[in-house]
């Protein structure tokens, strides 16, 4: 991963970057050197992906023809004023879509579970996992049921439609970014020196937060979960929180990243995350985590189904069926459908029984009540074997006693670590960069940032060489 990670670095972004840039300035800039721009993308995104998942390059051009076709037969069919056609190719395409991300995500998930109620002992298929194949499922959605709302237009260009599903800045792990939110930018975008800049300083916000950050409280999650039928109570909670700042620093970071490159080929992709640990309460925190999936649900599951425009009961059932859903996109594992739906129980609980209390409670309380069910809501998370599970949760809770002297250790080896995070999850440095940066005019600014970006490139270039621990949680997903 260390390795790949630098090839990239050093190597393939270059490449990429200048290639774009020559096109730009050969092409006199004219609007017309955007479809060889674009052209050259998807190139480059197809090589990408390749690199990565060479066997599964055919399935996402399967996936993209869908798709491309599947908006084809829908605009032509809203033309002619044939709604049912219209429909028909619309749920045709949703189906091959989700039978695609079902057969390759979920098959031996069904087949355990047939095992386990059965005990028919079927075989598993062992189907290896495309990487992102559902945040490129769920883009490639949104611009066929958009065109069928009629809320986009038809894209006729098959290499602008190709480039949008397999741009490679958010290709592997989001954000998750709708056909209506780039349609524009596809045909025309800013792509000058500023945007550049600012999304190299983006880019390496978001790596420094992964390299150094996520990283780092990733080793001290793994260090303490192999040992949970021994730990205190409070050596769990430190491990529990050292995972809640590992997969909100990785996570967030890659979407920085990828924010960033998306604006240094002048795509404006939409936040993914607003502070959700400032949260103070749980139906704060997911208007804050993980905003594009959250929209997605919304907009293309909950809102059809209903929404809140319908009876209590029928609410609850919406609620049921997204975050089941939501907790099943995230992997193929019961511990994650219990994850989801431990969130349905607690929105729902918020929506009709907390809401006026917490209304009345001081913020602070709030926000501990937050942060605690956020905390246990990442152990679900982390333990994929429900035994591994249930010994982590006991420990949480004094099974193996209140404290030792291991967890003072852990404490004070970590703390700096810890406090940087506290506050690195929290608004904080962004406000204390807009006034830095907010002071300084055009060019002053453009200095500065590349001078933080020299930087953290450094230090988080010098954290990948030096250290072999790089995972990235979201690439399962």
């Known amino acids: ?46 090589l990408f992906y ?47 879509n989700l039978g695609l991300l079902g057969f390759f995500k979920y098959t031996d998930f069904v087949i355990s579970a047939i095992n386990g109620i059965s005990g028919a002992g079927i075989s598993l298929l062992k189907v290896a996992l495309p990487i992102g ?58 792509d000058g020196v500023e945007q550049f800049c600012n999304g190299i300083f983006r880019f390496c916000i978001g790596l420094a937060k992964k390299t150094l950050l996520a990283n780092q409280a990733g080793k001290l999650w793994d260090l303490i979960s192999v040992q949970a039928d021994t730990l205190s109570a409070a050596t769990a909670w430190l491990g529990a929180i050292a995972f809640t700042f590992q997969i909100y620093f990785d996570f967030s970071g890659y979407s920085d990243m990828a924010i960033g490159l998306g604006k240094m080929f002048g795509f404006d992709f ?127 809770f004094g099974a193996n006693g209140g404290y030792d002297a291991q967890s003072l250790y852990y404490l004070l080896s970590n703390a700096v670590l810890l406090i940087v995070m506290a506050i690195g999850s929290t608004a904080l440095p962004a406000t204390i960069g807009k006034r830095m940066f907010g002071k300084r005019n055009g060019e002053g600014k453009l200095l500065a940032q590349t001078v933080w970006s020299v930087m953290l490139l450094i230090l988080s270039v010098s954290a990948m060489v030096a250290d072999s621990y790089n995972p990235f949680l979201y690439f399962r997903f």
């Open 270 to 396: 939409v936040e993914n995350f607003r502070y959700p640990y400032q949260a103070d309460s749980i139906t704060d925190f997911w208007r804050r985590w993980h905003i594009t999936l959250s929209t997605w649900f919304r907009e293309y599951v909950y809102i059809p189904l209903g929404g809140n425009r319908c009876g209590a009961a029928r609410q609850i059932f919406n609620l049921f069926v997204v975050w089941a859903l939501t907790g099943l996109w995230h992997g193929a594992g019961w511990n994650f459908v219990l994850w989801g739906l431990y969130f349905f129980v607690l929105l729902v609980l918020e929506k009709k029984v907390l809401n006026k209390v917490l209304e009345k409670t001081p913020k602070a309380l709030r926000h501990i009540y937050a942060l605690l069910m956020i905390v246990l809501g990442w152990v679900l998370f982390a333990n994929e074997d429900f035994s591994a599970l249930k010994t982590y949760f006991t420990a949480l």
């Open 133 to 190: 194949i559902s945040f490129y499922t769920f883009q490639a959605l949104s611009y066929v049921i958009d065109v069928y709302r009629k809320e986009v237009k038809v894209q006729w260009n098959p290499i602008d439609f190709a480039m949008y599903v397999t741009l490679f800045p958010q290709l592997i792990a989001g954000p998750i970014v709708r056909y209506a939110d780039v349609e524009a930018q596809i045909a025309k975008r800013d």
């Open 1 to 46: 991963m260390v390795f790949s990670s630098l090839i990239f670095l050093c190597g393939f972004l270059p490449i990429t970057i200048l290639g774009y840039r020559l096109l730009r300035v050969v092409s006199g800039g004219k609007q017309w050197s955007i479809v060889l721009c674009n052209a050259f993308l998807l190139v480059m995104s197809l």
């Open 50 to 96: 390749a690199w990565g998942e060479p066997a599964y390059v055919l399935l996402m051009l399967f996936s993209i023809l869908v798709n491309y076709l599947g908006g084809l037969l829908v605009g032509v069919f809203q033309k002619q004023e044939k709604q049912g056609a219209a429909k028909a190719a619309l749920v045709l395409t949703v189906i091959v």
